[in-house]
């Protein structure tokens, strides 16, 4: 008769293994990142100096530590920069020793590539210019910092984001993604655009930004600055976005949730000048960074979905 098998005890229990949800999104992002290395000749990071795109490129440390950051960084510049944030990319780009391209908007415009609208904003007019860069240098796979909780349009994307030989987003054209399994085959000409937080939310990036002491722009932070309002948004004044007749200006205390053409992107009414203050406001907050801040998708409806047809990301 076979004896019974003795009753375990704690030192026979496997140790429990959890991640937090944090750790969670910083896996799949790591995972998405080494993914795209072994998959692509030739991919590029998309960075602006942005709270998102800073976070991708601390994934990216993390990804290949301790080797370098094994691609360049492409930043396609509008010419409407806010100052903070370009000294702040040259900075990063510096600390890290990766190469940065920058795919530049007013050159393009003096080449006739592109035409600046009637109302001197550029946002809508950086799709050609990316385009032009990628196809340049050769890009097969391009890493974008959007999130699914952004935009409608954006929800629809994969993390695998396929694009035809022009560069264009077809939504009836995305790839199943069962399991986290990825279909990176391409043909000559089509590239992929890829997105490693895809799964975040605002208050989860700003969570990680906590954890890791990731340094950012101070423009996310709570100061003053001479502001005016215009539909509904608070706009700093700047070189590139002045008040219209009729529109007063006024100095307020406000931060900007997310950064872009400094003569589209408008700024929030805020006292948060800690990451813990920022974070309590965001967890309040139920309107989207882009639908408070960003008035180049106030267009239409479709606006965003429209420009990632285009090429947009």
Known sequence: MTPPLPTPTR??????YRLSQLGVLEAESVH??????????????????????????????????????PFPVLHVDT????????????????????????????????????????????NRIQTPVLLEALDKHRFTAAF??????EDRARAKERVFSFRDEFGQWDPKRQRPELWSLYNGRIHLGESIRVFPLSNWTELDVWQYVRAERI?????????EREVFCRDGMVY???????????????TARVRYRTVGDASLTAAVPSDADTIEAIIAEIAATRVTERGATRGDDRFSEAAMEDRKREGYF
């Not at 030192?11 to 429990?16: A, C, F, L, M």
């Not at 340094?215 to 100061?223: E, N, V």
């Open 11 to 16: 030192e026979h229990e496997p140790s429990e």
């Open 215 to 223: 340094a950012l722009p101070s423009i996310y932070y709570a100061h």
């Open 32 to 69: 998405i990142f080494r993914e795209v290395v072994a998959e692509f000749e030739r991919p590029v990071l998309l960075f602006s100096g942005g709270k998102d795109s800073v976070v991708m490129l601390r994934l990216a440390e993390k990804a290949f530590w301790p080797g370098r950051i």
């Open 236 to 250: 700093a004044v700047n070189e590139c976005c002045r008040p219209r007749a009729g529109e007063e200006t006024f």
């Open 144 to 149: 974008g910092g959007a999130r699914r909780d």
């Open 79 to 122: 010419g409407h920069n806010f100052p903070e944030v370009l000294a702040f990319r040259d900075a990063k780009v510096a600390e890290l020793g990766v190469q940065l391209v920058v795919a530049s908007v007013p050159e393009a415009i003096e080449r006739g590539l592109v035409a600046e609208g009637r109302d001197g904003t550029r």
